[in-house]
């Protein structure tokens, strides 16, 4: 059974730090390219950072020298690192895996930025 399991949401002030953790299982996690997105209130959901299988990183332009995408393959699981957090930052992050025919989501977990 595959499962994407986050974790590490809450509340936080503005500036303040994050991190998010997403562990999978029922699948061979270093064979996808990760993935976060995020969801905000009455808006499409956007990808926020990717991580391939090599350990390449892409970054929303948004997010860019704030948030840090990373894996670790022996735990099965993707982190994301979110610094200097904006009120508009706040939103559902999910994490996603990605591979040649196949798509898994997580179920989310919220994350707000508010003083």
């Known amino acids: 059974q595959v499962q994407l399991v986050e974790s590490g949401g809450g509340l936080v002030q503005p500036g303040g730090s994050l991190r998010l953790s997403c562990t999978a299982s029922g699948f061979t996690f270093s064979m996808y390219t990760m993935s976060w997105y995020r969801q905000a209130p009455g808006k499409q959901r956007e990808l926020v950072a990717v991580i391939n299988r090599e350990g390449s990183t892409n970054y929303a332009d948004s997010v860019k020298g704030r948030f840090t995408i990373s894996r670790d393959n022996a735990k099965n699981t993707v982190l994301l690192q979110m610094d200097s957090l904006k009120p508009e930052d706040t939103a559902v992050y999910y994490c996603?895996?990605?591979?040649?025919?196949?798509?898994?989501w997580g179920q989310g977990t919220q994350v707000t930025v508010s003083s």
């Open positions: 996603k895996a990605g591979g040649s025919s196949r798509i898994y």
